[in-house]
């Protein structure tokens, strides 16, 4: 059997950063999270990376996430408490024992985080995740394109406020879930989809791994840039300049739309990029350049590191990266659940690899 | 008869490692007087040499100085050095929602040990929406200025979401005050800006630290200016290389780091006339390399690393390798120490025993530096050897990091400024390398030029009604810049920073406005064509 992958102190930074990356921009900056992890892994020790097939087959397996708007987290750490307060709702509703935490969300700080918590509930991290990126709505999950249900949700707060609801499905487990957020300070622990290690076609797999060896290739490249296209097997839509930022923050998300003009062999070009806290459509002029449920992500040109919405600046330098989703949210019950129209677009969605090839077709 | 609007004079001052660097520009920003002393231990008496040496080189025109401007690295490197640092009493007002990263989770061992005086976290602070996480606990505040009471020099207060809702810090300043009296000063996080509690919270404890590294610097500044009977004003240069009021040195002394890499870039666009290059400060412990965009350096996204502390200090965005002139040569490797300003003494050209890189660069026929033939005198069997590899070595490694911070762009040119400039080759892994006059003392023409700042921060509506906000808000900053003495002719905006702020319905952006400009002078009449004659 081969040696169990452990997570360290020492993989966060990589861990972090890769996370960034699939964040597409949102699920909220690493950075708080990062020191969070990371105390709690010197503290509690090293968390065991596992496969669904490492599991007992009678365990849950609890996937877990923060919910709420960015900047809230960034100022508001939370308690470090919350995962032990969440587990022990989950074990007296159901009555059964938690084996494993997992990512409801890779990207972003949700990609982070469940390593600390999994360090102070001395459990293993399933190398797995809900969506392969970060999406703005708890109902955006493979568990639910997969056809389960919420079943129980649990909320805890910064404050130790716990809450556990019985939504009639995903959309509700949304609604209820972001109203008490909202109470909370715009900051909550989530629990919801609880698993088992049988919902095997309701996972994205191998997605922490891939992170970090994301993260790996990022940090190390010696063309940072080139390296992350590389590594993402990823399209770079242009390089240029940020003018304008428009944000805007409703009902928790951070909503609006920023605009790339293209510099060096890009110049002349506009693109213009949508974004609910992840970024969901690149557009130039009238035509869909990428978009949701592929990954848009806009980076620093010199660097490589992502920048996430809410850090997004007038006079920043950047290229925009664009890559394919996991191909469980291209089947029509994926594309309904994340595709544009969930986030009230009306165009239809095309893969990304797709807007390429006519582009360089427009080109000729 | 008026005397000519252009005999006005600026003075920028930098104190470096090695040497302190004084140079008198006029009203056109050329360079009319300059001098080089070394630094000394008390900071005090170098930069009063530099300045008093100008000061004689400009003769009777020193009565026309209306300005000092200081750009010093005492706080950084009281951080990096761990001294002169006052201990400093740390209170997070959070109650348990920031528990999850205890303060200063993240210092440095050493640091923590010099800086921290006591931690507490007590019952406060808010949610963003206004709602208090607690009652600001009066009690445990009190038991923690108790505790501390004699140890500590200075009190750091962070609450959540300080910078929005500020009060229940208000209230601990008010508290510091009458449990420990006036002598402890107090550093609040929400003057120390933007969200983000452990960043933030970092900033505050290193400027409550620093508090007595630049009162030093503070008081001999206006020392020399009044024992000169200077008309002038004084100020401090700043990490975003605009100016603070001496006055203000003491209250916010964390904004100085950082000032040096602004000014060295600065200095180096106007030495040059270039806008957009490469800079290379060759001190005497570094090389800084920095970038040079449209006239201003460009700003690392993430805020500042400090001593090994991570701020939300906005700074240029420098990479530092470890050789400069003063760096010693030793038998297997460069560095990283460096003999600093005992260079005089110590370094084989001046008849010392320590082979250094000034040493290493003279031999190589780079720089004319003391006494060439003293290498020769001591010359055994690999010290030549050793010298001429230590030159091989500052290449690579100059010109990997000039390719980092290039990435790989070799169309702009490096300008080699500092006191060690002489040091870099002609060419620097395929950049033309620029020397221009007066590099030597590239950052203190740099703060000089130094431009006032006016910041503006409030909160306008997301939507439709954003834009006329942000215009507004522009316009407010612009006003303040010119109000703090900035040229009506010159103030332009340069960064707008966008929080959403708003939760549950109600729509909202916190919006922060900085407007530059060059510093007018009051009896400055706009400059005409006339003036150029």
Known sequence: ?364 | MTRHPSSRLRIGIDVGGTNTDAVALDARDRLVARAKRPTTDDVTGGMRAALEAVLAELGERSRDVRAVMLGTTHATNAVAERQGLARVGVLRIAGPVADAVPPLAAWPSDLYGKVVAGVAGVGGGHLIDGHPVAPLDIEAVKRFLGEVAGRAEAIAVTSVFGPVHPEHELRVAELVRAELGTAVRVSMGHQMGALGLLARENSTVLNAALGPAIAVVTAALSRVVTDHGLDAATYFAQNDGTLMEAAHADRFPVLTIGSGPSNSLRGAALLTGRSDAIVADVGGTTTDLGVLVDGFARESAAGCVIGGVQTNLSMPDVLSIAYGGGTVVHDARVGPDSVDRAITTRALVFGGDTPTLSDAGVLAGRIALGDRDRIADRRDGGAAARLKTAVEDFDTELSHAVSLVSHGRRDQPVIAVGGAAGLVPDTVGGHAVERPRNADVANAVGAAIALVGGEHETVVPAGSGRREALQEARATAVERAIERGADPDDVSVVRIREVPLSYGGRRSIRVTVKAVGRLADPGLPPQTAADYE
């Open chain 1, 1 to 364: 059997m081969a040696e169990p992958m452990v997570l360290t102190a020492d993989d966060l930074d990589d861990l972090a950063l890769g996370c960034a990356v699939y964040g597409t921009g949102g699920g909220g900056d690493v950075s708080g999270e990062l020191l969070a992890a990371s105390v709690a892994l010197k503290t509690y020790g090293d968390v065991p990376l596992v496969p669904m097939t490492d599991l007992p087959t009678d365990g849950l397996i609890l996937p877990l996430s923060m919910i709420g708007a960015p900047t809230v987290a960034l100022e508001m750490p939370g308690s470090g408490r919350e995962a032990e307060a969440a587990r022990a709702e989950v074990e007296r509703l159901t009555g059964r024992r938690v084996v494993a935490v997992m990512a409801a969300e890779i990207g972003g700080a949700n990609g982070v985080a469940p390593v600390g918590w999994a360090a102070r509930l001395g459990l293993p991290l399933l190398d797995a995740d809900g969506m392969g990126r970060a999406f703005p709505e708890l109902q955006m999950v493979s568990m639910h394109v997969a056809g389960l249900k919420p079943e129980v949700v649990v909320l805890v707060d910064a404050l130790g406020n716990t809450a556990s609801l019985r939504p009639v499905d995903a959309v509700w487990a949304e609604r209820w879930g972001r109203a008490l957020c909202v109470a909370s300070g715009s900051s909550a622990l989530m629990a919801d989809h609880l698993l088992t290690p049988a919902d095997r076609d309701a996972v994205v797999h191998g997605s922490v791994s891939r992170a970090l060896e994301v993260g790996r290739v990022l940090r190390t490249a010696d063309e940072p840039m080139d390296a992350l296209v590389a590594a993402l097997g990823a399209r770079s839509l242009v390089t240029g300049v940020l003018e304008d930022v428009d944000r805007d923050t409703d009902e928790g998300f951070v909503r609006g739309s920023v605009t790339v003009s293209g510099r060096g062999a890009d110049h002349g070009r506009h693109l213009r990029i949508e974004l609910q806290n992840e970024n969901l459509v690149a557009w130039e002029g009238g035509a869909v350049l990428a978009s949701v449920p592929d990954l848009i992500t806009v980076c620093d040109t010199q660097t490589g590191i992502p920048i996430a919405t809410e850090s997004l600046r007038f006079g920043q330098r950047v290229t925009v990266l664009a890559w394919p989703c996991d191909p469980l949210w291209r089947t029509p019950r994926g594309l309904e659940v994340a595709g544009p129209a969930a986030f009230g677009y009306e165009h239809h969605y095309m893969p990304v690899e797709w807007t390429g090839l006519l582009m360089e077709e427009g080109r000729r």
